[in-house]
C-alpha cells in the first residue's frame, strides 16, 4: 500500500476506535453484555442467534440483535420471530461494520439499553474485513461451520486471533462432510491457543444451552 | 465515506483498471482462457479447481493455477497434486486479489502462458471485496455451496451481479442441509437474470464434466 493510503487507513481506524471507545462506556453504564458475532457468509450467525435469544428469553434476560449485511432486511425479519428487539444495518455494499453504524443505528433505534441484558451485534458475512473495527463489544465469537474445512484458523488468522471465543456450528454435519475435529482445534490452537470452543447445531440444538449458559457467567463474572 | 477516502478508493480501482487491461491483452496474445474464482471461505473452490485441472489435463489442455490466501501455502500445495503448475499469493491480510499482485507473480513466476489452454485465478476466500477488482480475467465464476443457504446472491448482489456464471457446489450435502433448489434459483435471478448455473459436487465428481465441457466451449468461442 502506498504511503498515503496507510495514512487515510489509519485515520479510519483512529476514529474507529474512538467511537467504539464511546460505545463501551455506554453499554457498561447501561450493564448490557455485548457480543459481535463473526463469520464467512452462511456460517449460520442468524440461525445460532435465533436459538440463543430464544433461550435468554426464556431464562429472563431480556436481549435484541443489530444485524449487519451487505443488502436485505431478511436477517432482522428472521430474528424477530424470537420475541427479541432486532433491527437490520443495511451497509449498501460495505464489507464490515464500524462504530459510528452501530452508533448511528442505536440513537435512531431509541432501544432501551438499560433494559436488556445482552445486545447482539451481527456482523456481514466476511473472514477478513471485520477483525479490523472494535464496535465496543464485551466479547468476539468468531463462528467455523463444520462444513467450511478444518484449515480456516490458518487461512484467516487475524480474523480467529482478534476473538475471544469459537463456536463450531452445523455440528450434525460433521459425518456427512466428514469433518476431521482433530485436525480443526490443532488449526484454530495455532492462530488462538487456549481459546474457549463450542460445538453446537441450531438444527439439533446440540451444544446451544453450554454456549448460553456460557454467555450468562461471562456476563455475571463482569 | 469521506471524499478524501472515496477519492483514494478510485485511484487504487483506476490503477487496477489499467493493469487489468495488459494482462487481459498479455492472456489474449498468449491465447490462454483466463477465469477467476470467487467465492466465501469454505465453498470448495480449490476442490473443484483440482477436479477441473486434472480433467483439463486429461483431455489434453494444459492448464495451470495461480491461487491467493492470506496466509498459508495450504491450497497451491494440494493443486500441485493435480499435475498443473500452481503458485501461491500470500496477500498478508489483504482481503481479495488485485492486478498488480498477479502481474508480479507473473513475471516471477516464468510460466510459459504460450503453452497453456486456462489459467485459473483463485480469489481469496471472500464474497464482498474480490468484486470490484477486474484481474483480467475472460470469465468470472462464483461458487456457492449448498450448506450456505439459498439466499446469498440476494444478501451479496454486487458479486452475484459482476460474475458471468454460478457453480453451485457440494451438492451431494443438499439432501441433509435441506437445500431448497427453487428458493436459490429465485435469489440467483433476483440479482442476475439468465446467468448459466452448474450443479457440482467435488466428492461425488457430480456434473463436473458439464463444468469442464462448457469452459472448453467457452474458450473455443472466444
Chains 1, 2 share one sequence.
Not at 23 to 45: I, M, Q, W, Y
Not at 152 to 173: G, R
Amino acid at each position: 500500500m502506498a504511503p498515503r493510503i496507510v495514512e487515510i487507513r489509519r485515520g479510519v481506524l483512529e476514529k474507529n476506535d474512538r467511537i467504539a471507545h464511546e460505545l463501551r462506556d455506554r453499554f457498561h453504564e447501561a450493564d448490557v453484555f455485548v457480543v459481535n458475532l463473526v463469520s464467512s457468509p452462511g456460517t449460520g450467525k442468524t440461525a445460532l442467534l435465533e436459538q440463543t435469544l430464544e433461550r435468554l428469553i426464556n431464562r429472563g434476560h431480556p436481549a435484541a440483535a443489530l444485524v449487519g449485511d451487505l443488502a436485505t432486511e431478511n436477517d432482522a425479519r428472521r430474528l424477530a420471530r424470537s420475541g427479541a428487539p432486532a433491527r437490520q444495518i443495511v451497509t449498501d455494499g460495505m464489507c464490515h461494520l464500524e462504530a459510528y453504524l452501530v452508533q448511528n443505528h442505536l440513537d435512531d433505534w431509541g432501544l432501551d439499553l438499560e433494559g436488556l441484558d445482552f445486545l447482539f451485534i451481527e456482523n456481514v458475512g466476511n473472514l477478513v474485513c471485520p477483525s479490523g473495527y472494535d464496535l465496543g463489544e464485551d466479547l468476539r465469537a468468531v463462528l467455523l461451520s463444520v462444513t467450511e474445512g478444518e484449515d480456516k484458523p490458518e487461512k484467516y488468522p487475524t480474523m480467529f486471533h482478534s476473538s475471544d471465543v469459537a463456536v463450531f456450528t452445523k455440528i450434525d454435519l460433521a459425518e456427512p462432510v466428514e469433518f476431521d475435529r482433530d485436525r480443526a482445534y490443532e488449526s484454530l490452537e495455532s492462530v488462538r491457543p487456549g481459546i474457549t470452543v463450542f460445538e453446537t447445531s441450531a438444527k439439533t440444538g446440540a451444544g446451544v444451552d453450554e454456549w448460553v449458559d456460557w454467555l450468562v457467567g461471562r456476563r455475571e463474572a463482569q
